[in-house]
C-alpha cells in the first residue's frame, strides 16, 4: 500500500483490448459480428465490424494530445503511418499484471479500469441490439479475467445497455459473480424512455440487488443532443459539440433520475461520473434545487414527491471524478465531499504523474481521503 492509511484509488484508467479480445470472448454463434482490429495497407490500425471502420486505433502517450491530431491528418492525407501498432503498445496498456505493477511507478494502490476502444462503437452499433450485446458481453467475460489478475487492485469496469432487460440481469449476474462492481452504461434516453422510466424500476433495482454500480463515462453513446448540431467531418474523434457540453450528458440523466424519483425510490443505488468534468456541481447543486422548486410552485405540482432536497440526493449516492486541475479542493468546499482523483491513464489527455498533479493543487491522500479513495470504494460498495 503506497499511502500511509486507506489505498489511493485511480477512479479513471483505461485498459486496452487486445485485437482478438472481441472473437475471443464473444459466443461462438456471433462470431460474424465481433469487433477486431486490422491493419489498411498505410499501416493504420482500425476498430471494424463486419465491413465497417468504426475508428482509428490509436496508441495513446500521455500528455500527447498532439501527436493524435497529426497520426490522423496523415491518415487523411494518405500517407504513411509513423508507428506500427503492435510494436509501440506497452503491455501495461492491456496486461492486467503489467498494469498492476505499473500502479507502484505511478504511486497508486488500486484503479478502475475502462475499456478503450469500448468507447468508440456503443451508439454505431444501436442499430443491430444482437451485435451490441453480443459484443458488451465479450468485453465483460474479459473483465471477470482481469478482475481476477489484478488481485483486488483492478477495478474493471463492465460494458452495458439497459435495452434488454433480461440480457442486463444475465450480465449483472456475470459480473457480480466475477468480483466486477462497476458497470458503464449510456446517460441518454433507453429506446425513447427517460432512465427514471417506471419500466426501469427493475433495472435499478437489479444493480443494487447485484451489487454493481452504474457509471456513467465520456463515449460515444446515444446522443441528448440533435444531430443536427454534430458540424464535425464524419471521422473526427471527438464532436466539438460534445467536448464543450461534456457535463450536459450525465447532468441530464441525473436530474431526470433525482426529480422523478428514482434516486429516492432506490436509496441504496449509487452513481459514478468519471472524465465528464466536474467543475459544473457545484452550480448544478444550486440549479438543481432552484430549478424543482421553481417549477413545483409553478406548476402546482411535483414530478414526485421527494423527502429530502434534491441536491441531497446526489450528494447521497452520486460521486464525480474530478482531474487535479479542477482543484478539487474548491470543489469539495463549495459543494461536498463528492470527488474522486483520477489520471485517465494512457489517454492523451490524461496524466503519467498523477500524485503530483494533485499535490500541485494542494491535495493529498492525508487531507482528503475521499478523493483518494474513500468516494471510489462507495461506489465499488466497500464503504
Known amino acids: ?22 472473437l475471443d470472448h464473444v459466443d461462438p454463434a456471433m462470431r460474424d459480428d465481433a469487433l477486431r482490429l486490422e491493419d489498411d495497407d498505410l499501416g493504420y490500425a482500425w476498430v471494424r465490424w463486419r465491413d465497417r471502420r468504426l475508428g482509428l486505433a490509436d496508441v495513446q502517450l500521455p500528455g ?16 504513411p503511418s509513423e508507428y506500427s501498432y503492435d510494436e509501440l503498445l506497452p503491455d501495461d496498456y492491456w496486461e492486467p499484471k503489467a498494469r498492476t505493477r ?44 482481469v478482475a481476477a489478475e489484478g488481485a483486488g487492485r483492478l477495478h474493471p469496469v463492465g460494458h452495458l445497455t439497459l435495452r434488454d432487460p433480461q440480457w442486463l440481469d444475465a450480465e449483472l449476474d456475470r459480473l457480480a ?15 425513447g424512455r427517460p432512465l427514471s422510466h417506471p419500466d ?59 426529480a422523478n424519483g428514482t434516486l429516492a425510490k432506490h436509496p441504496d443505488l449509487r452513481v459514478g461520473i468519471v472524465e465528464l468534468s466536474s467543475i459544473w456541481v457545484p452550480m448544478y447543486l444550486l440549479m438543481l434545487d432552484g430549478g424543482i422548486d421553481f417549477t413545483a410552485t ?16 446526489f450528494r447521497r ?22 470527488y474522486m482523483c483520477c489520471s485517465d491513464y494512457p489517454h492523451s489527455e490524461g496524466t503519467a504523474t498523477p500524485m503530483p498533479d494533485y499535490e500541485k493543487m494542494s491535495s493529498t491522500p492525508g487531507a482528503d481521503p475521499g478523493l483518494f479513495g474513500g468516494n471510489v ?3 465499488l460498495g466497500a464503504a
Open 1 to 22: 500500500m503506497t499511502g500511509a492509511g486507506a489505498p489511493i484509488i485511480d477512479s479513471d484508467q483505461h485498459l486496452y483490448e487486445s485485437r482478438t479480445t472481441w
Open 298 to 313: 409553478l406548476n402546482g405540482q411535483r414530478l414526485a414527491e421527494l423527502d429530502l432536497r434534491p441536491s441531497d440526493y
Open 377 to 379: 470504494s462507495f461506489l
Open 102 to 145: 505499473r500502479l507502484d511507478e505511478l504511486g497508486l494502490d488500486e484503479a478502475v479500469l475502462f475499456p478503450n476502444f469500448g468507447l468508440l462503437w456503443e451508439r454505431m452499433l444501436s442499430e443491430s441490439l444482437p451485435a451490441l450485446t453480443a459484443n458488451m458481453t465479450a468485453w465483460n467475460r474479459w473483465t471477470v479475467t
Open 317 to 338: 449516492q452520486v460521486r464525480v471524478s474530478a482531474f487535479s486541475y479542477e482543484q478539487p479542493e474548491r470543489l469539495r468546499a463549495k459543494s461536498d465531499d463528492l
Open 177 to 191: 459473480a466475477g468480483g466486477v462492481r462497476l458497470a458503464m452504461i449510456a446517460p441518454a434516453l433507453v429506446d
Open 64 to 79: 500527447d494530445t498532439v501527436r493524435i491530431g497529426r497520426h490522423r491528418q496523415r491518415q487523411r492525407a494518405g500517407e
Open 200 to 258: 426501469h424500476d427493475a433495472i435499478w433495482s437489479s444493480f443494487v440487488d447485484h451489487g454493481v454500480t452504474p457509471v456513467f463515462h465520456v463515449a460515444d453513446q446515444p446522443r441528448v443532443f440533435g444531430d443536427g448540431w454534430y458540424t464535425d467531418l464524419g471521422d473526427s474523434f471527438v464532436p466539438t459539440i460534445e467536448s464543450v457540453f461534456i457535463w450536459a450528458p450525465p447532468a441530464l440523466a441525473v436530474t431526470d433520475l433525482i
